[in-house]
């Protein structure tokens, strides 16, 4: 072997051993303990809340790596954001030159959790407004003497230099997961198997696409296999070219989030199947049929209900399904088949969103002998102030002459009379007097008088008394 190859081989040797020894220095100094309080802080002061972490390390393959990544929140809340790992790659030519700049961040299963916070009380607002430490200036100070102005000295400028901030050119989020709930803790959005995939353009905006394997509204909607393009600028977010599956059928949508304007969104679907809807809604799916078209969209600012508007139109075609249980019940009482499943020819409803309500400002579902409008408002909490008739066609009238009641009047429909019922409670246990306007027996308070009604025996009547066995 030549004496220039030996050299080479051995320079090449030291200069390996060399960056071991380096890989291996700069581990320990990460792991030290004053470093990771270092981290901490920093990061606490950068986000304004406290920072926990795992540990530290540095490999040649994923560069700078902080592990179990922890944002608490208040207490009995999970924590605001944790995240398994992440990795930093940095660009070592800019740091060369006095630049930090990150090649590459690569967010491993980050969990965010947020929740809604309630209107502050009037007494806190003032109490935040009050001024709890003199202003620079002339302050007056009472003594028995009378009052002395007394010139406060102005508090000296010392001029700072901002650091400059970190460059990150690409970020990669895997595996991560969202959580949003309201004021009393309940789920408004979660998802689940999210991928974002982003880069810093020269003009300083970032742009990039996401991928999200489910998600969903509450406990109804079960939105998959979502994707779209979103660009991010001076504050403002635009996503669009969203698009994803929903119970069988097509989702398509744009959301907006601007600093000074607030969001906007829209979103429209095509051919969700109802059984299906019905099955991850957990509502009864039997004998199901039929598909949804709906679109809506809806404006405001974020954490401020009141400034939320909004509108939208459902419709249903060839629409059959269960109605909910109370509604199914009443049907199996009177006898009433089109309340036990509900067979629709029309089914359109339109829906204004405002002052923290959903409006339904009208309802239309017309079946074979029947029809059913409604208005009323659904509250953000929950709570349910529907007023609605129930119009019935002569053929169905004399039907059950024998148990409907005498609420009943003339329909604006030919052919139709009506009785007018209330649908009230709270979404997850809804109650209704639709069973004691359509028989005129007030449920709980003549029992006997209902029974009576329903198995065809006449009030006061009685029945014969069994004759006794030969």
Not at 68 to 75: K, S
Request: with cysteine; net charge positive; charged share 25%.
């Amino acid at each position: 072997m030549s004496k220039p190859v030996r050299i080479a081989l051995i320079s090449g040797g030291v200069l390996f051993l060399g960056y071991l020894l380096a890989v291996l220095g700069l581990n320990i100094y990460l792991q030290s303990g004053g470093l990771g309080g270092r981290v901490c802080a920093a990061a606490s002061d950068a986000i304004g809340r406290p920072v926990a972490i795992g540990k530290a390390y540095y490999t040649p393959w994923r560069g700078f790596t902080v592990t179990g990544i922890v944002v608490p929140q208040e207490e009995g809340m999970p924590p605001l954001f944790e995240a398994a790992a992440v990795n930093f790659r940095f660009a070592f030519l800019q740091l060369l030159r006095g630049r930090l700049s990150v090649g590459e961040v690569d967010v491993l299963s980050p969990v965010l959790v947020t929740r809604n916070r309630p209107a502050p009380k009037r007494e806190e607002v003032l109490l935040a407004a009050a001024p709890d430490t003199p202003t620079p200036g002339r302050v007056a100070v009472e003594i028995p003497s009378g009052a002395v102005e007394i010139a406060a000295p102005e508090p000296a400028a010392t001029p700072r230099h901002a650091p400059r901030p970190a460059e990150i050119r690409r970020i990669r989020v895997r595996n991560g997961s969202t959580r949003l709930y309201d004021t009393k803790g309940g789920l408004i959005v979660a998802t689940s198997g999210v991928r974002v995939t982003a880069e810093t353009l020269p003009d300083g905006r970032v742009v990039g696409k996401f991928d999200i394997a489910e998600a969903a509204v509450g406990a109804a909607l079960h939105p998959r296999r979502i994707t779209g393009t979103f660009a991010w600028d001076a504050g403002r977010l635009v996503i669009r070219d969203i698009e994803g599956k929903l119970s069988g059928g097509q989702l398509t949508g744009m959301f907006e989030l601007d600093p000074v304007n607030g969001f906007s969104a829209s979103a429209v679907v095509e051919g969700a199947l109802i059984k299906r809807l019905a099955e991850e809604a957990g509502i009864g799916a039997e004998g199901a049929r039929g598909s949804v078209v709906a679109k809506g969209s809806v404006r405001g600012f974020p954490g401020a209900p009141d400034s939320i508007q909004g509108a939208a139109e459902i419709s249903l075609r060839e629409a059959r399904f269960q109605p909910l249980d109370l509604i199914r019940q009443v049907g199996d009482l009177t006898g009433i088949r089109e309340l036990q499943m509900l067979e629709l020819k029309t089914a359109e409803a339109k829906l204004a969103i405002r002052d923290r309500q959903v409006r339904i400002e009208s309802l239309a579902l017309e079946s074979e002998n029947l029809f059913v409008d409604a208005v009323g408002p659904v509250g953000f909490d929950g709570k349910i102030k529907v007023k609605a008739r129930l119009h019935l066609n002569e053929k169905l009238r004399n039907d059950l002459r024998g148990v409907l009641g005498g609420d009943f009047e003339n329909s604006e429909r030919a052919g139709f009379q009506s009785v007018l019922f209330s649908v009230n409670g709270v979404i997850g246990r809804p109650k209704t007097d639709l069973l004691e306007k359509l028989t005129g027996f007030r449920i709980g308070q003549d029992v006997g008088g209902l029974l009576k009604s329903l198995l065809r025996i006449p009030v006061g009547g009685k029945q014969a008394p069994p004759k006794e066995a030969p």
